[in-house]
């Protein structure tokens, strides 16, 4: 078990002792997350290394999430899409159903936290709990991971009356921000330097996963980690890849799973396999749920790793591979330019003609690839560790109303 104290040496003695003073003020609360999913994607990913640090600073952090059945998650997923403004055909039953299991886990969840931390729109309909006795003392806050800028009106509508029922909103960037009655607070997402994801990993590890899964050390490697998704565009990689190996020798990884809350995965997975047909240098790897430390070897053994997303909330992604200090080429979509300050910090590209002309460039030329990974590194530092987070949400949470006075967020 990892220690807040652990983080000390990334991010200095004065900040732990900062976050410790600032969760003091909190002890005894329950801040009670709720999402789709315990695995799986970005918001998973981040409670798991956020729930345990909040405890050990003295905030009592639970976290809970709603269940739904297949129809359910296709239409979140639905809705997910239409909300980064792809068509999608969302009905009005579809809507009824999403009403109906959100009140059948009103029956069953407790809500007990002092402060209601709802992820992403799947739970946000848990708000109509609000209006009932006894609740109107806990504070609601909405927690939006995906780009709203271009979301389909009527899904956003339909949304938006839960939404405005919140006591406050937390989006990821002011682009991505919508008009509402309700404050709206920034808060950029972030990863865990120390988790099995990201720590520091002995060579013979990343051998072992490379051997394991019959890469080739020796020769160039372009990685793209994402769940089979359309939306990550894991097509387009390989037509990238075909690019870049007209030129340039290598091999590429696609390597992600399913989430628990994404019925398309496995249709997904299976065109990338179609598509990828009998070449022995395209890895496609469908990963079990926790595979955390596989993806730390993957990425650390990559020359080049992309994120061709076509929409993005953040892309967590991006930061775990510019923290690996690798050169990363991804799309300019959602939160990728928060993360990536062209030619400077990585490489953002538009088309799959650029991000191949730009991988080429990588492949043969280590010493740029080197500086870009190096700059990646040094903003990822800075501005997406999960400490800057941590101190973010519990400032968060004192301004809904325990320590105003403390609050300068
Ligand atoms: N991830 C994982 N296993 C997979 C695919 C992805 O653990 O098979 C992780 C990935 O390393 C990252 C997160 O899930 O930490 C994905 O977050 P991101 O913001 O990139 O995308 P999302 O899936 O939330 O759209």
Known sequence: MRSIKDYADIVGEETIEEIEKLGSYLNGKIIQNINSTPVGGGVAEILSGMVPLL??????????????????????????????????NISESDFGHFLDVTDENLKEINLLGDIIFIHDPQPIGLIKVKDRKGFNKKKFIWRCHIDLSSA?????????????????????????????KIPQILISPSIDPLSDKNKDLPAETINEVLERFRIDPERNIITQISRFDRLKDPLGVIDVYRLVKKYVDCQL??????????????????????????????FVLNLPPVSNIEINALQRASTVILQKSIKEGFGLTVSEGLWK??????????GIPLQIT????????????????????????????KQLGENGHNHVKHSFLITR?????????????????????
Do not use: C, M
Not at 57 to 83: C, M, P, Q, Y
Not at 259 to 266: F, G, L, R, S, Y
Not at 389 to 409: M, P
């Open 325 to 334: 200090s690798k050169p990363v080429i991804a799309s300019a979509v959602g």
């Open 342 to 369: 062209h030619k400077y910090s990585g490489l953002l590209s538009r088309t799959i003609e650029g991000t191949a002309l730009y991988a080429k460039q990588i492949l043969q030329n280590p010493e740029y690839a």
């Open 152 to 180: 389909n009106t009527d899904t956003f509508n339909f949304l938006k009356k839960f939404i405005e029922k919140y006591d406050y909103s937390v989006f990821s960037s002011p682009l991505f921000a919508k008009k509402l």
């Open 253 to 282: 990884i696609l390597a992600g799973g399913a989430a628990a809350d994404d019925p398309e995965a496995t249709e997904v997975y299976n065109e990338v396999i179609e598509k990828a047909g009998e070449d022995k240098d395209i």
């Open 55 to 88: 405890k050990e600073v003295g905030v009592d952090a639970r976290w809970d999430f709603i269940k739904g059945g297949e129809k359910f998650f296709e239409i979140t997923k639905k809705i997910h899409n239409s909300l980064h403004g792809v068509e999608e």
């Open 389 to 409: 987070h941590l101190r973010d949400y519990i400032l968060l949470f004192l301004k809904t109303g325990f320590r105003e006075d403390t609050v300068y967020l």
